[in-house]
């Protein structure tokens, strides 16, 4: 086997020991207890986490664990706002693992710290919340499943539509043969988001410490231009829009249509928009041929939407119909065109809450546990590898590894972790 090779195979050998040793330091939580929970990033969605954690009588949170002051202050403020205790706010999220009365870890940092958050809490014996994409690169994927499972451990991934009622309609309704025989989805993701614009080095800001929130990934300088939230844009933190937004309606595509992996992946993808410094493409149609059913995911980050209505959607195709839904609700047409049954109902994010607690009391099976979760990143994965690479890429349908190119198997992992913060190498 070839160096290039072993890059995508090392990750299962890496997995299998990288627990090896450790035992839970938590206790275990009964039903109808109240959990106890630590917030690691408190910006953006980790305050929105926060807010709805804290509107349950069953959650304490005890810790909001962030880099940065202001951000420490917005999510004491969301967890008091809702009537809870006020949190201990603290920078890093070790000393909230370190405490044994804490549970679980809610995960919402940047993407290039979901496998060592997750890697780490499981080893010091918590479940995990962790937001999509679940891992930043196909080997941290792995790495996390292996974590969990080592550490018999519920990790719940927030691709909260797997558990609204709207979404396992529609799954029905394709099961039911609604539209006949599923054959295609399609999903999209509209948006007219502003240029980032050209960064500039300057001082760290009072209250930041970069340090730290670099975390895993090799040492940049800060510029002014990236936190808190175009790291999405650059390939050293993010994963584009494909990984950011992507992710969600794709996972429901390869729900509904019952596909693990695809067999190819084809991506155009251009910047086109704005001459700033964002490197991932700003416009992206991606197609994944999954044998007898097709996925595509197109996007436009610096355009509304205007046919559909609605920024983010799927429809699925069959040989009697099609169903087109969002959030907003879903309409089955038959194959004149006419509507013939319509719906509506939750996006699923209180209940996906609900569902991680459950797992976390009862073992509970979870509607996107980091299996799910890996998969569905790696659609994500995949289509950026095909992107950098310049190509369609070619995949295993049942492994989901990348086959006969060994530019694409490069980005399977990360080249180089940070010292102390190696997910292949936790504690």
Not at 139 to 163: F, P
Not at 186 to 215: C, F, N, T
Request: hydrophobic share 40%.
């Amino acid at each position: 086997m070839s160096p290039i090779d072993r890059r995508q195979f090392v990750a299962g050998a890496l997995a299998a020991g990288v627990m090896a040793g450790t035992r839970s330091r938590a206790r275990a939580v009964g039903a109808g207890e109240t959990a106890t929970l630590a917030l690691m990033g408190a910006n953006n969605r980790g305050a929105q986490l926060a807010d709805a954690f804290a509107k349950r009588p069953d959650v304490r949170i005890a810790y909001v664990c962030d880099v940065d002051d202001a951000a420490i202050a917005k999510g004491i403020k969301a967890v008091t706002d809702r009537g809870g205790a006020a949190p201990q706010g603290i920078k890093d999220f070790r000393r909230a693992l370190d405490d044994p009365a804490i549970d679980g870890l809610i995960c919402a940092a940047p993407n290039h710290w979901h496998a060592t958050a997750t890697v780490l809490a499981c080893a010091a014996g918590k479940h995990v919340y962790v937001e999509k994409p679940c891992s930043q690169t196909p080997e941290e994927g792995e790495l996390m499943i292996a974590a969990g499972r080592k550490a018999s451990k519920a990790i719940q991934v927030g691709m909260q539509r797997r558990s609204g009622e709207l979404y396992a309609a529609v799954k029905q309704l394709v099961a039911d043969g609604a539209i006949g025989e599923a054959l295609y989805a399609k999903s999209w993701y509209y948006r007219a988001r502003p240029s980032i614009g050209r960064g500039r080095e300057i001082a760290v800001p009072a209250g930041l410490d970069y340090d730290l929130w670099q975390g895993p990934a090799p040492e940049r300088p800060y510029r002014d231009n990236v936190i808190h939230y175009n790291w999405h844009f650059f390939w050293h933190w993010g994963n584009g829009e494909l990984g950011n937004n992507g992710v969600h309606t794709l996972d429901i595509c390869r729900w509904v249509l019952g596909v693990d992996y695809p067999q190819r992946v084809t991506v155009a993808a251009s910047k086109l928009r704005y001459d700033d410094d964002q490197q991932t493409p700003d416009t992206t149609l991606a197609t994944f041929d999954c044998g007898d059913k097709m996925i595509a995911w197109e996007s436009t980050s610096w355009s509304d939407p205007y046919q559909t209505g609605q920024g983010v959607g799927m429809e699925f195709r069959g040989s009697e119909g099609t169903i087109i839904v969002t959030d907003a609700g879903y309409t089955v047409y038959d194959l004149e065109r006419k509507p013939v049954k319509t719906g509506a109902g939750s996006r699923g994010d209180d209940e996906h809450i609900a569902n991680f607690l459950d797992g976390m009391r009862t073992g509970a099976n979870l509607n996107a546990d980091v299996v799910d979760g890996h998969k569905s990143a790696l659609f994500c994965h995949l289509g950026n590898i095909a992107v950098r690479v310049g190509r369609s890429i070619d995949v295993d349908p049942v492994t989901g590894r990348i086959t006969g190119d060994e530019e694409a198997i490069r980005y399977w992992a990360r080249e180089e972790y940070r010292a102390g913060w190696n997910p292949r190498e936790p504690g």
